[in-house]
Structure formats: structure tokens, C-alpha cells
């Protein structure tokens, strides 16, 4: 393992920011955490990076326990979430900095600075003003800056956040077929899960300074961990419900679960897809509170008589109006039990 | 690394100036190895030193209720109004603050005193009055409310009061329910700042005082080097001691109060041309205070420096025959040129280190507590300073009497207070994450100060060294006790003339406070020119 952290623990007073976390990042895997603000993912990363001193626990980098090891002397990069570029000085003396640290010749210094800047899509900028440059020019030089001294890890803290909606996805893709090229190993965290999964071979769910659940992406979105999971992943259809054979008893009555789903008291997820729209007198019976147009479908919001609300994906063409009366059923392909 | 930082100015500041502070206490409180501390009442309760007391709280007082009354319209003013000449006008208003006391002194000399304009004008004399005191105390401290009130003034966000306007109140109603308590922190923190300075004034009151009128400064000076009574002047130090350190104790929390947080916004775009006829009365009138008060001294002071045909009195500073001095009276011009430069170098050195060490985040309460520790030689007073350093250390194992380091080290230790204002702001303004992102990026703590910090933060060195510059060379009280005769600094040697009889004496204490004033006056336009935060504490 590149990176291993061992019941890693940060408190802030008596808070246990970060509580006995364990997680392992192979050579050239890109790893994604997931999770809400204040769930400590940020202080993760400073805690490995060496910004952030353990309460308890290592932080094991190439098999070496790296207590009292300075952060200028551990070798891995970090991408701050909004950048700091050092404003006093030009791109390429921005990205410069780090060889300089690490005492590169000046020519070879200026060479590498070229070849990084034309790497990530902004060449011949070397002697711009940092002022001078868009958001995403900005993330593009910050990730030039943080590559450039060739850390045998690299974080990235909410490396998309502040830029805007298009230029986020298309950034993605961008890291993803750089990362894979340079066959970099990457520790990022973010809040946005489509970032996450657009980005990382692993994602790791955190939550209250534990880690919630690590799997593929795919094993993550298929088969969230817990309610707290599948309600951060944007799944809204999460009822107890008591399990037994291939039904389940729930708020919304009797639903189908998949052959060998675990048995008694349980959380299911109904992914929206799953909910079918059938005529009034069939089903459950619902009152459409809201529709939101989503592009590629349309998310419509509906009210049992008895019970919590319930979301269904509908094509754009068949969905009601709000205050219509629907019937609903659930469909056992799109309905996990968890826990 | 917190603790290196801060093992050089811990140990200047123990070795001069705790140290002579016990000498002090010492010489004023205890005798053959017993301590009386009955002596403190005895000499409080003398009629003579109740007198001095009175007149020192009650004129500190009224010159800073005067202070404010004038200088709070010039604070609005700057801030909120926009006008041709403006920038200007800020740095004739801060020039004062940087010139040496005994300047202002003759300035006021000359413009009250006996066959000064006033006296040629109307035969009126100020100089054996209250007036001519308080008229000076302005003088040096309009600058501080200005920019302490004035630049917070300007940053306020005006649509606050907008906001408030358009929820029904009036104009009045709104500057008063939310301009005003913005700003009360900021007024409070000056008004203490001004009574301090004028509360400990030395040069001011010894040469404009005359025999009538004496601070407890002046009465420390006099009782050390007039009647030779160390222990009374021991405890007199002491009752000022406990007095500016109770000021200092809640200027510090007014301080603090400030730091809660305030929408503010970039000045430049807050103020506005002067409209309707109140706006430019305003303006007016407080152009003519600046002109009367701050102006008219200084040309009246030019002017009388050059009463003797052919520059005689510049001329005569050149001529070791004077008797006054051994020396020509223009070699304390180079005199006090060196002892600056020196004093500028311990002043900067110490200043920068401590405020790095205070700038950290994790700096804790011990620091923070070093951090108002580091403010008392400021109000402390430089007589404190000069009678502690004349008292401990004048014998082994630290006798510097015989070193010209003596004045620079005391000078210094004025200064660095100044450095460490200046400083720290912008320290603490410095993103940590940059420092962090250095870090990151391979830069050991030491190349991370060089390459972050002391980049953003060197106009701010240079502001601060100028700063130290302007306060060493016209440092008076404490040079005036540890300055050798033979080799007197500018201010020493202007105030050695002015209490010498005689025509020639008077005007080549005219002269030579020109020259004092211009080079202090032409480090500040320097200044002013690097400076780019113009809301420092001073």
C-alpha cells in the first residue's frame, strides 16, 4: 500500500473530527471521499498531508510511519480547495515553486514548467499574473503547481468546487484521462457524489469522522451501506420495513424485495426509476404534490394518505399534473435492502 | 519554532526593560534590604505631587476631549468625502504625529510664546497657560483619530445605513442606530491612545510648561536630575506604571471589541463628493482647524528659523562657539542620524520577530499576553525607560554607561512597539493555506517565511522601519537622561537651547528643529507613499 492510515484520530477539543479511520490507497489508484461538510474529509487529507497532527493512530506513507515527519518533507502534493496560488508571483513561477523547493536547475526547472503547463491545456501562460486568470485557469495551474515537484501522492481537496456547472464536468473527464496517462495516485475529497464517481476507481463515504462505506462506484450507488448513505447519494425513498422472504411490511405497504435479501427489521431504498405510475384505483393510492423537470426525465412528488412521500422518475411526456390522483406500484429490480 | 521566534524579544525586553523597571521598583521601595511600601502614600500624599497628579489626569482629559472634538469631523471627512487634494491633506495631517516632540514644542513657542505671532498679532501670550499645552497635545494626536476612527469610518458599508434608512429612519436616526456603534470601539480605542500619549507627555509640557505646570513625566525628570531624589522619582514611575497599565488594560479589550465582525468594504468607493451646504461647512471648517492647528505652527516655526540675515542661525550650528555645547550644534544632526539607523535595525529585528511569533494562529494565551507586554514601553513612557536604563544599567555585570549602543538600545525599545502594530496586521492577514500550500510543495518553515511572508509583507517592513526611524530620531524622554553631554542627539540639543537665554540660542533652536522636521517629515512622505493599508493602529 502507498498510503495507510491506521485508526487515525483528530480531536478538536473533545470532538473526534476524524475517528479511527482506516483506509488503504494502492500505487496509481484514485481514490474518491465522499461526504458532507464537517464530515472531516478535508481534515483527512491535512492530517496525511502533515498540516493536521494526530491525536492517535499513523499515517503510514511507502511503509513508513511518517510521526514528526514535516509536511515539506513528506512528498505528496495537495491541491487546496480554493487554489492559493502565491499572488506575488507569475504561473510559472507558481509552478516553478516547488521544484525550486526540491532544488531543480534553473533549465531544466523552466523546461518542466512548460511541458506541465502544455499538460494541463493552458501552454505558453508561464508569465500571466495569477489575477489575471479564470476559475478553471486557476484549477488548471493549481494542479500543474501541485504535480510539478512529482509527489508519489496527490490530493486534491474540492478540486471542481467553485467552478461552474459545465466546466465541472468537462475538468473531470480531463483529470480522469490525465490521472489514468500519468498513472498517478490520487486522494481527492469532495461533497458532490457525480464528481466522485466520475472521477475515482474506489469512493469512500464519510460520515461524522468515520467512514461510512468504500466500494467501486458502482457498489457504492447499487448498494448503499445505510439510510444515511443512499440519503447523501440523493435517494429519497428510504422507509423501515420489516423484511420477510421476498416482501417487505413498510409505511407504504407491501413491497417486493430481491430473492435472499436479509430478514426482520430493515431500511429498503426504492430508486425513483423503480416507481411506477399506474392508474388511481390500482396501487397506492397518491396525490402528486410537485414535478421538477430534471432533462432527462421528470421527477414527480407524491403524497400517500398515510405515510412519507415518495419520488418516481417519469418519461417527460407521462407525468401529472400536481393535485392529480395516481396509483403506485414498486418494482423489485430498483429496491435494495440495506443494512 | 514559536519559542525561537520569540527568544529574542523575550530576552531584549527582560534584559531592558523588565530589568530596569525592578531597578526602579528597587530604588523606589526598598532600603538596606527591607521593602517599604508606605513610601508609596507618603509621596502620593505630598501636596506638591497631588498637585502634579491632578493636573496630569485632568489635562490628559481635556486634551483628549479637545482631540476628539476637533479631529472626529476631519475623521468623517477623510473617510465619507471625496476632494481635490485629499491624499495630500492625510499626509499633512500625519506629519505631526511622526515629528519629534520638542518640534512641536518650539512650534507652539513660536506661535504663542513671548514675540510670537500671536504676541506680535494681539499681545496675547499663551506659553505660561494650559492652552498652549492642550493646542499641542492636539497637534500630535489629531493624527490618531483620524486614521483610527476615519479608517474604519471608511470601510463601514454605507449601505448599511441605507438599509436602515429604508426601514423608516431618518438620516440622524440611522448614522446614530448604526454607524455609531460600528464605530464606538474604534472611538474608545483612540480616545485611550490620546489620553495615554498625552497622560505621559514629557517634551511638550517641559518646554511650554514652564515652572507652572508640570505631568508626572516632567516630575520624574525633575526629581531625577533637578533634586536628585531617586526614590521619589522611583515611585512616581511606579504610579504611572499602574496607571498607563490600566489604560493599556482596556484599550486592549476595546481592541479585541473591534475585532468582532464588521461588514467592511474597499474605501476608495465609500466616499463621495461633498453635497449640499452642512457637507461643505464641514469641509471647510475642518480645513481650517487643520490649517490654523497643524499648519500654522510648523511655517510660523520655518519662519522664526529664519528671523537672522543670511540664514544666521543656521550658520551660527555650525560654530562650536556658543558655549552651550562642546561640540558644533549641527554635529547632532549626524549624532542623531547614527543612534536612528541603530536603533531602527534592534527595532525592526525584535519588532519583526515578535510579530511573527504573534501573527501565528496557534499563538496562545501566553503569547497573546506578550503581545500587550510588548505595548507598555509605548505608554510606559520614555522617561520610564531612560530613568530605569540610567539606574540599572550603569554598573556590572551590565554597564553600558560609557556605550553609545546606551541611546540606540533605548530608542529602539520605544520603536519596536510601532513595528510590531505595523507588522502584525498584515501578518495575520497572510492566507495560512498559502503558507500550507509552500509546505506542501517541499519549503522548510524558514524558506516559507522567506518565499510567503516576507514578500507580502515587505512594504509593511519598510512602513515599520520608517516608523521606527521618525520615533528614534525625535525620541526626547528617555535619550534626554542616557544622551552624553558631549554628545547630544537633535531633540536633546534643541531643547538644550531653548532653555538658554538669548536671541541667537532661541533662533538656532528654531533652526535646528527645522532640520529635525523636515528629515522626519520627509521619512514620512516616504511612508505614505509605500503605504498600502492605511487602517493601521496609528
Redesign the interface.
Known amino acids: 500500500m502507498l498510503l495507510s492510515l491506521d485508526e487515525a484520530t483528530v480531536r478538536f477539543g473533545g470532538r473526534a473530527v476524524l475517528d479511527a479511520v482506516a483506509l488503504d490507497v494502492a500505487e496509481h489508484e484514485v481514490v474518491c471521499v465522499l461526504g458532507p461538510s464537517g464530515s472531516g474529509k478535508s481534515t483527512l487529507l491535512r492530517a496525511v498531508?502533515?498540516?493536521q497532527p494526530l491525536s492517535g493512530g499513523r499515517v503510514v506513507l511507502g511503509g513508513r510511519d511518517q510521526a514528526g515527519v514535516?509536511?515539506?518533507?513528506?512528498?505528496?502534493?495537495?491541491m487546496?480547495q480554493?487554489h492559493?496560488l502565491?499572488?506575488?508571483r507569475d504561473v510559472g513561477a507558481n509552478v516553478a515553486?516547488?521544484l525550486r523547493?526540491?532544488g531543480v536547475a534553473k533549465g531544466e526547472r523552466d523546461a518542466e514548467v512548460s511541458r506541465l503547463l502544455g499538460l494541463v491545456g493552458l501552454p505558453g501562460a508561464a508569465r500571466r499574473a495569477v489575477a489575471s486568470l479564470s476559475g478553471g485557469e486557476q484549477q488548471r495551474v493549481a494542479l500543474a503547481?501541485?504535480l510539478?515537484?512529482r509527489p508519489r501522492l496527490l490530493m486534491l481537496d474540492e478540486p471542481l468546487g467553485q467552478l461552474d456547472r459545465s466546466l465541472r464536468e468537462r475538468l473531470v473527464v480531463e483529470l480522469r484521462e490525465l490521472f489514468g496517462r500519468l498513472g498517478t495516485t490520487v486522494l481527492a475529497v469532495t461533497h458532490d457524489q457525480s464528481e466522485a464517481f466520475a472521477l475515482a476507481d474506489r469512493v469512500v463515504v464519510m460520515r461524522d469522522g468515520r467512514i461510512a462505506q468504500s466500494g467501486t462506484p458502482l457498489e457504492v450507488w447499487q448498494r448503499p451501506a445505510d439510510a444515511f448513505v443512499a440519503r447523501f447519494l440523493g435517494f429519497e425513498n428510504v422507509v423501515p420495513a420489516t423484511v420477510a422472504g421476498t416482501a417487505a411490511d413498510s409505511p407504504w405497504g407491501k413491497l417486493p424485495v430481491p430473492d435472499g435479501s436479509a430478514q426482520g427489521r430493515r431500511t429498503v431504498l426504492v430508486r425513483p426509476a423503480g416507481v411506477r405510475l399506474v392508474s388511481a384505483d390500482q396501487g397506492l393510492a397518491c396525490t402528486v404534490t410537485a414535478r421538477t423537470f430534471k432533462g432527462t426525465h421528470v421527477a414527480v412528488h407524491l403524497q400517500p394518505a398515510d405515510g412519507p412521500r415518495v419520488e418516481a422518475a417519469c418519461p417527460l411526456r407521462d407525468a401529472p399534473e400536481p393535485g392529480a390522483s395516481v396509483g403506485v406500484e414498486f418494482d423489485v429490480a430498483e429496491t435494495v435492502v440495506l443494512d | 519554532m514559536r519559542l525561537g521566534l520569540m527568544a529574542l524579544p523575550v530576552a531584549f525586553f527582560a534584559l531592558f526593560f523588565a530589568w530596569p523597571v525592578a531597578a526602579i521598583v528597587a530604588r523606589g521601595l526598598e532600603t538596606d534590604g527591607a521593602w517599604h511600601l508606605g513610601r508609596i502614600a507618603d509621596v502620593v500624599t505630598r501636596p506638591d505631587i497631588r498637585h502634579v497628579l491632578w493636573f496630569t489626569t485632568w489635562q490628559a482629559l481635556a486634551s483628549t476631549a479637545l482631540t476628539l472634538l476637533l479631529a472626529l469631523p476631519a475623521g468623517y471627512v477623510f473617510a465619507r468625502l471625496d476632494f481635490p487634494g485629499k491624499q495630500l491633506l492625510r499626509a499633512v495631517v500625519t506629519v505631526p504625529f511622526v515629528l519629534p516632540t520638542v518640534v512641536a514644542g518650539s512650534a507652539f513657542l513660536a506661535l504663542l510664546g513671548r514675540g510670537g505671532l500671536l504676541d506680535e498679532l494681539s499681545g496675547v501670550r499663551l506659553d505660561t497657560t494650559v492652552w498652549a499645552i492642550l493646542l499641542a497635545h492636539v497637534f500630535f494626536n489629531f493624527a490618531v483619530v483620524v486614521r483610527t476612527v476615519g479608517g474604519l469610518w471608511a470601510q463601514l458599508d454605507p449601505r448599511q445605513e441605507e438599509a436602515a434608512r429604508m426601514l423608516g429612519a431618518s438620516p440622524l436616526t440611522a448614522w446614530r442606530r448604526v454607524t455609531l456603534p460600528a464605530l464606538a470601539p474604534a472611538v474608545a480605542a483612540a480616545a485611550l491612545m490620546v489620553f495615554l500619549f498625552t497622560f505621559t507627555s514629557f517634551g511638550v509640557v517641559q518646554i511650554l510648561g514652564g515652572p507652572t505646570f508640570s505631568t508626572l513625566e516632567v516630575e520624574i525628570y525633575r526629581q531625577t536630575s533637578e533634586v536628585f531624589d531617586l526614590s521619589t522619582a522611583a515611585v512616581l514611575t511606579l504610579v504611572q506604571f499602574a496607571a498607563v497599565g490600566a489604560v493599556l488594560a482596556v484599550h486592549a479589550w476595546t481592541v479585541r471589541r473591534r475585532e468582532t465582525a464588521l461588514r467592511l468594504v474597499d474605501p476608495t468607493v465609500t466616499a463621495r463628493r461633498p453635497r449640499g451646504a452642512g457637507q461643505w461647512t464641514l469641509l471647510a471648517s475642518v480645513l481650517v482647524v487643520v490649517a490654523l492647528l497643524l499648519v500654522l505652527p510648523l511655517a510660523v516655526l520655518v519662519r522664526r528659523s529664519l528671523d537672522a540675515p543670511g540664514l544666521g542661525y543656521y550658520r551660527a550650528l555650525t560654530r562650536a562657539d556658543g558655549g552651550t555645547f562642546l561640540v558644533a550644534p549641527v554635529h547632532a544632526v549626524w549624532t542623531s542620524l547614527q543612534y536612528a539607523v541603530a536603533a531602527t535595525a534592534i527595532a525592526v529585528v525584535i519588532g519583526a520577530l515578535a510579530a511573527a511569533a504573534l501573527a501565528r494562529r496557534d499563538a496562545g494565551r501566553l503569547v497573546r499576553g506578550f503581545d500587550a507586554l510588548l505595548m507598555l514601553p509605548l505608554g510606559v513612557s520614555a522617561v520610564t525607560v531612560g530613568f530605569g536604563f540610567l539606574i540599572a544599567l550603569d554598573r556590572p555585570p551590565l554597564d553600558l554607561r560609557q556605550s553609545w549602543i546606551l541611546v540606540p538600545l533605548a530608542q529602539a525599545l520605544v520603536g519596536a512597539p510601532f513595528v510590531v502594530r505595523t507588522m502584525l496586521p498584515v501578518l495575520r492577514a497572510v492566507d495560512v493555506r498559502l503558507r500550507e500550500a509552500a509546505a506542501v510543495l517541499g519549503a522548510s518553515p524558514w524558506r516559507v517565511w522567506r518565499e510567503v511572508d516576507l514578500p507580502l509583507v515587505r512594504r509593511a517592513l519598510l512602513v515599520a522601519s520608517g516608523f521606527a526611524f521618525a520615533v528614534s530620531l525625535g525620541e526626547f524622554g528617555a535619550t534626554v537622561f542616557i544622551a552624553r553631554p558631549d554628545n547630544p542627539t537633535l531633540p536633546v540639543a534643541v531643547a538644550r537651547l531653548l532653555s538658554r537665554p538669548g536671541e541667537l540660542n532661541y533662533g538656532q533652536a528654531m533652526a535646528l528643529s527645522t532640520i529635525l522636521m523636515v528629515v522626519c517629515a520627509a521619512a514620512l512622505l516616504v511612508l505614505e507613499r509605500l503605504r498600502t493599508d492605511r487602517t493601521g493602529e496609528f
Open positions: 498531508a502533515g498540516l514535516p509536511a515539506h518533507r513528506r512528498g505528496v502534493g495537495l487546496f480554493d492559493q502565491f499572488p506575488q515553486f516547488g523547493m526540491h503547481r501541485a510539478a515537484p
